[in-house]
């Protein structure tokens, strides 16, 4: 079973870009597709993004479409969220999911500051 461990975040000034990483082990990583989601304090986890395993099929939920990309390199064994303009409501711990497996990972804090 693959395990993940997402990397990248930092306190970011309201507008700017960050990119995520989400680096798996444990599994072949081409057969899982992935997505990414965050949780924000005191509120539950939301999804984000998907992206499928050939990465033909990738889609950002309405809520951040436009602003988050989500890609993968699979010689790389990692899945990357490109986030763009960032807001201060972006302010979450951030996760990737490989579908199919149990658990997450430790998560990356991306903090938006205006």
């Known amino acids: 079973q693959v395990q993940v461990v997402e990397s990248g975040g930092d306190l970011v000034q309201a507008g700017g870009s960050l990119r995520l990483s989400c680096t798996a082990s444990g599994s072949t990583f081409s057969n899982y597709a992935f997505g990414w989601y965050r949780q924000a304090e005191g509120k539950a986890r939301e999804f984000l993004a998907f992206?499928?395993?050939?990465?033909?099929?990738?889609y950002a939920s309405s809520a951040v479409e436009g602003r988050f990309t989500i890609s993968r390199d699979n010689a790389k064994n990692t899945v990357y969220l490109q986030i763009d303009n960032l807001k201060p409501e972006d302010t979450a711990v951030y996760y990737c999911?490989?579908?199919?497996?149990?658990?997450w990972g430790p998560g990356t804090q991306v903090t938006g500051s205006s």
């Open positions: 992206i499928s395993t050939g990465g033909a099929t990738n």
């Open positions: 999911k490989a579908y199919g497996t149990s658990g």
